[in-house]
């Protein structure tokens, strides 16, 4: 009894709080909570509704059709500025269902003038007559389907104006991924199913400072512009050329012994690089790779080296060969024999 009556205490003593602090409070929670605290009291029936944090998940829903009008409600139809007048800044839907049935979003999600945070996964978008989003600074779409084509996607980007972080996993249908953005920082593009023919990725974002790829769709990538200190290439399995990256200082990148003949194109393809950090899961005699091209880089601005190989302890507790000390020695002299400029400190 006595603690029943503790409790009913700190619920009135969070009852008398202002709506704004309450809010602030149930964004830290899930949306599914955040809805269980309207039968706390009458003071607390509505307060979730102007939560600008909505986290929407059909895996908490019990039938499909019991989401499609949670969500018909929050979002809105055509028309409506639901989103607008609960004064939603972070979204997230989650849709887990199969192609064929995927969630459609209302047009009017596009013209958001609130929302600075919009990650969703598994849904269908049309191609909007009216696209604006002043105030999205992170984007992160996954599995979305487009039915305008690519043609939605490049629109949806373009008119996000102080869009900083985006990331696209997914997209396999697309023919083309165009990133057109002025003010994007991080980009990462993520792809694993290799039937698609002759996918393009373009980019033109000036000040991308990050980008990240684990594509193994595209056949070509276009870079129009990106800024100096974009740094990271990330699992491409394509043999073809890559772009080239000419303010490119700075390159990490990790290799598998399937892929290790792809040094000499990564490092071709840098004409600028100072520094350089390369990972290989295993070495293989180097008579499998081409060792005798002298690169730009080389002869004008390779500073560092730094080569990363598995210990003989990791290799044997795996059960795998030691193999590749010599192909070790020969990559090293490789580098001290052509890079001119490598510091020798």
Same mark, same amino acid.
Request: proline share 5%; with cysteine; aromatic share 8%.
């Given at each position: ?8 205490? =700190? %619920? ?5 709080? /202002?709506? !704004?602090?309450?809010?602030? =409070? ?14 706390? #009291? ?19 829903? $019990? ?14 139809? !055509? ?18 269902? &199969? ?6 979003? $209302?047009? #009017? ?7 600075? &945070? ?8 049309? +191609? $909007?007559? #009216? ?6 600074? =992170? ?25 900083? *972080? ?36 373009? =980019?033109?974002? /000036? ?12 056949? &070509?990538?276009?870079? +129009?512009?990106?800024? /100096?200190?974009?740094?990271?290439? +990330? ?20 290799? @598998? ?6 040094? /000499? ?19 293989? *005699?180097? !008579? !499998? ?5 002298? %690169?730009?880089?080389? @002869? ?5 080296? +730094?080569?990363?190989? $598995? ?19 020969? %990559? ?12 020798? &400190?």
């Amino acid at each position: 009894m006595a603690g029943e009556t503790s409790k009913q205490r =700190i %619920l009135d003593r969070l009852s008398n709080l /202002p709506d !704004e602090l309450l809010c602030k =409070i149930l964004s830290d929670l899930t949306t599914k909570e955040s809805v269980c605290s309207s039968v706390l #009291s009458k003071r607390w029936r509505n307060v979730w509704l102007n939560v600008p944090v909505l986290d929407l998940d059909s895996r908490k829903f $019990p039938y499909k059709n019991v989401f499609k009008s949670f969500m018909d409600r929050f979002l809105g139809s !055509e028309n409506e500025q639901q989103l607008e007048r609960r004064r939603v800044r972070h979204l997230v839907v989650h849709n887990k269902v &199969n192609d064929d049935k995927l969630l459609k979003m $209302p047009p #009017s999600l596009l013209s958001s003038e609130r929302l600075v &945070n919009l990650n969703l996964y598994c849904v269908l978008l049309d +191609h $909007p007559e #009216s696209v604006f989003l002043p105030c999205l600074k =992170i984007m992160r779409l996954k599995g979305v389907r487009y039915n305008g084509g690519d043609s939605t996607m490049e629109t949806l980007i373009s008119n996000c104006p102080v869009l900083e *972080e985006l990331s696209i996993v997914y997209c396999d249908d697309l023919e083309s991924v165009c990133v057109r953005s002025q003010s994007l920082k991080s980009f990462k593009l993520r792809s694993w199913y290799d039937d698609s023919d002759g996918r393009v990725v373009a =980019i033109d974002a /000036p000040r991308l400072e990050r980008l990240t790829l684990t594509d193994h769709v595209s056949d &070509n990538f276009i870079i +129009h512009s990106i800024g /100096p200190s974009a740094k990271v290439i +990330h699992d491409y399995c394509e043999m073809e050329q890559l772009p080239h990256f000419s303010n490119l200082s700075f390159l990490h990148a990790c290799f @598998q012994e399937t892929a290790w003949e792809m040094l /000499p194109a990564f490092l071709g393809c840098c004409p600028n690089l100072q520094s350089v950090v390369l990972e290989f899961d295993c070495l293989p *005699e180097t !008579e !499998e790779v081409d060792l005798s091209l002298v %690169l730009q880089c080389f @002869q004008s601005s390779l500073e560092f080296v +730094h080569l990363k190989t $598995p210990c003989d302890r990791r290799m044997k507790k795996k059960g795998r060969p030691l193999t590749g000390t010599s192909s070790k020695m020969k %990559l090293a002299k490789y580098f001290l024999e052509n890079a001119l400029q490598l510091s020798r &400190n």
